[in-house]
């Protein structure tokens, strides 16, 4: 089955751009999903991209996707200390409309 | 709309005990999740319904059961709780099991075996 891999631990600057990184195996991968999870809650959809997608931008959010890696990452410009969470990348294969879930990136702002 | 409800927030068991996790969402949504989080482990899904009257399972079924007793409504169950279980459940909801079909989470239950 499909395999999501992120880091743990991001560590940033308050005014700084923040990059988190996943990888995933299953290149017939069709949707992947950013989800950001805040101290206490459940999780909340930030965006996604199509697999036939290279880049979305929203706001302060960029999404950069890299198929012949089996890359997504997600940059949030300007960091602010409200951006402090766990962001899971979710990528959903072949026929499963189901996503499979990494195991999160606590991103930590510092002023 | 209150989105995705799931009761209760907070509960601790001893080792052997039984209990019902309820969810229910106002969405109208057809397909509806359960997931467990474990510190450093992310989101396994325990089962699903992707429709009023079906249910599956999800990677780490074994331990629980599941009711989708309507549209509205997915219970988890655990018939007789072990320390391994000790967990933060979430409930989740999707509108139609296609496409771009994003999930809904509830707040999480913390849940405490003893």
Same mark, same amino acid.
């Given at each position: 089955g499909e395999d999501v891999e992120q880091s743990l631990f991001l560590s940033v600057r308050e005014g700084d751009s923040?990059?988190?990184n996943c990888t995933y195996t299953d290149s017939s991968s069709t949707y992947l999903y950013w989800y950001k999870q805040e101290p206490g809650?459940?999780?909340?959809?930030?965006?996604?991209?199509?697999?036939?997608?290279?880049?979305?931008?929203?706001?302060?959010?960029?999404?950069?996707?890299n198929k012949k890696d089996k890359h997504l990452s997600?940059?949030?410009a300007d960091t602010q200390t409200g951006d402090s969470a766990i962001y899971f990348c979710a990528v959903s294969a072949g026929g499963s409309y189901i996503p499979t879930f990494g195991r999160g990136t606590s991103l930590i702002v510092h002023p | 709309n209150a989105g995705v409800t799931q009761t209760p927030k907070f509960q601790v068991l001893k080792t052997g005990q039984s209990m019902t996790l309820q969810c229910a969402q106002d969405m109208n949504h057809n397909s509806m999740y359960w997931y467990r989080q474990d510190p450093g482990m992310g989101l396994r899904l325990i089962y699903y319904s992707a429709s009023e009257g079906t249910t599956d399972k999800g990677e780490v079924p074994n331990g629980? @059961?599941?009711?989708?007793? @309507?549209?509205?409504?997915f219970s988890l169950r655990l018939e007789s709780a072990a320390p391994s279980q000790t967990s933060v459940y979430f409930c989740a909801s999707s509108p139609s099991g296609g496409g771009t079909d994003t999930q809904y989470f509830g707040p999480g239950t913390r849940l405490t075996v003893l």
């Open positions: 923040s990059v988190i809650a459940g999780l909340q959809l930030l965006t996604y991209i199509f697999s036939n997608m290279d880049m979305k931008q929203d706001q302060r959010l960029t999404v950069l996707l997600l940059r949030i | 629980y @059961n599941v009711s989708r007793l @309507n549209k509205r409504e």
